[in-house]
Structure formats: C-alpha cells, structure tokens
C-alpha cells in the first residue's frame, strides 16, 4: 500500500492478516499512530515502512514478530521512541534505517 496523503488511519483489520509474509507500507504521510493488531502478523518476513512523516512512536507489538527477516524502516524523522524489545526479534537478518 502506498501513496495515502490523506489517510489518517489505517484499516481495522490488517491485524487479521495472519498468514500475510511481506507487508509494504509507505507514503502514508497523514498517519500518527500504527494500527493495533500488527502484532498479530507472526507470519511477516518483510516489513518495509516509510514516509510516515507525522509518526510519533512505533508500536510495542513489533517486538513479537518473530519471524520478521528484513525490517526496513525509512524516513521516520519524527518518531521520538524507538521500539523497545527489538532484540527480541531473533530471525532478523537485515535492518536498514535511513
């Protein structure tokens, strides 16, 4: 999913995604707060966000997704705290923050 300017909120439901293994979020320019549920996607292996320009935090649900391989996190100038527990995150490969 890509190019929602004026998206303020993501979909309920994404967390309902369970077998999902690569999620692409970026350009969602409007949106300050993840959606709940994310932590639900234990299947995930990709994860690339950017362009979430008004984020403030990173959800603490990311720290149980343990299968998450590639997590590529760009352009998050404003996010104040980083996710705790991302050591937790032990199949991780590859982490790329520009």
Known sequence: LSGFDGVQAFP??????????????????GVQVFPKG???LTSLWTL?????????A?????????SLGRFNLLGFDRVQAF???LGNLTSLGTLNLS
């Open 83 to 85: 996710v705790k527990g």
């Open 58 to 66: 990173f959800p603490e649900g990311l720290r149980s997704l343990n």
């Open 12 to 29: 309920e439901g994404l967390g309902n995604l369970t077998s999902l293994r690569t999620l692409n979020l970026s350009g969602f320019n």
């Open 38 to 40: 994310l932590e639900n």
């Open 48 to 56: 690339n966000l950017s362009g979430f320009n008004r984020l403030q």
